[in-house]
């Protein structure tokens, strides 16, 4: 279908986010050119005020209106506790949870040779810092369950272990609710090897 040149490119624009594909970019176009002027106005004032205000975490690397961020600030979190994620919305993830109360570190990614990213590329370096400054005594290692997230999970517990501090994984295994005949057959076993005692 022929647009005009203007929709055609907001559509393109769209379709460029993560997870937008071009039926689901060409219905938010639509929205946006028939909704009232003032709708379109306040999600850019609020796309580029976001852009504009809107900092990494000098302490953990997330996303943050201020510097250092309002999780590392808080008293009330356990300091001692890290736990490491590969994205800031990894973070919003664990917080979603309402079940950890220590602080994070954000990687920025995940160990990659085939795409070039190696332990230079990510937010290594400040982690061992941190590390290094004595207070912290675990860091849980929250990586996605992917190749490079495993890769990435296995370096950072070789390189952490020698400084004195317990470096954990989180336990991988069924969802809540669901029947074991619908597991596949690594999450059965991944869930298998995390078994706690009851």
Same mark, same amino acid.
């Given at each position: 279908?022929?647009?005009?040149?203007?929709?055609?490119? /907001? %559509?393109?624009? /769209?379709?460029?986010? &993560?997870?937008?594909?071009?039926?689901?970019?060409?219905?938010?176009?639509?929205? /946006?050119?028939?909704? &009232?002027? =003032?709708?379109?106005?306040?999600?850019?004032?609020? !796309?580029?005020?976001?852009?504009?205000? /809107?900092?990494? #975490?000098?302490?953990? $690397?997330? !996303?943050?209106?201020?510097?250092? #961020?309002?999780? #590392?600030?808080?008293?009330?979190?356990?300091?001692?506790?890290? #736990?490491?994620?590969?994205?800031?919305?990894?973070?919003?993830?664990?917080?979603?949870?309402?079940?950890?109360?220590?602080?994070?570190?954000?990687?920025?990614?995940?160990?990659? &040779?085939?795409?070039?990213?190696?332990? =230079?590329?990510?937010?290594?370096?400040?982690?061992?810092?941190?590390?290094?400054?004595?207070?912290?005594?675990?860091? %849980?290692?929250?990586?996605?369950?992917?190749?490079?997230?495993? $890769?990435?999970?296995?370096?950072?517990?070789?390189?952490?272990?020698?400084?004195?501090?317990?470096?954990?994984?989180?336990?991988?295994?069924? &969802?809540?609710?669901?029947?074991?005949?619908?597991?596949?057959?690594?999450?059965?076993?991944?869930?298998?090897?995390?078994?706690?005692?009851?």
């Amino acid at each position: 279908m022929q647009y005009s040149r203007s929709v055609g490119r /907001l %559509i393109e624009e /769209l379709a460029r986010l &993560p997870g937008i594909g071009p039926k689901t970019a060409q219905r938010l176009a639509f929205h /946006l050119v028939t909704a &009232p002027r =003032e709708a379109a106005e306040s999600l850019s004032r609020a !796309i580029l005020e976001a852009r504009d205000k /809107l900092v990494f #975490c000098r302490v953990c $690397a997330n !996303i943050a209106d201020e510097n250092p #961020c309002g999780i #590392c600030r808080d008293q009330n979190r356990d300091h001692g506790l890290i #736990c490491v994620v590969e994205r800031p919305r990894d973070v919003l993830a664990v917080e979603k949870a309402h079940g950890y109360r220590g602080l994070y570190h954000v990687l920025n990614g995940s160990l990659s &040779p085939l795409q070039g990213v190696g332990p =230079e590329e990510l937010n290594i370096a400040a982690l061992v810092t941190r590390v290094r400054e004595g207070t912290v005594r675990e860091v %849980i290692v929250a990586t996605n369950a992917t190749v490079e997230g495993e $890769a990435t999970a296995l370096y950072l517990a070789r390189l952490l272990r020698p400084l004195n501090v317990r470096v954990t994984r989180l336990a991988f295994g069924l &969802p809540v609710g669901s029947d074991l005949e619908y597991a596949d057959g690594r999450t059965l076993a991944r869930a298998i090897e995390g078994r706690r005692e009851v």
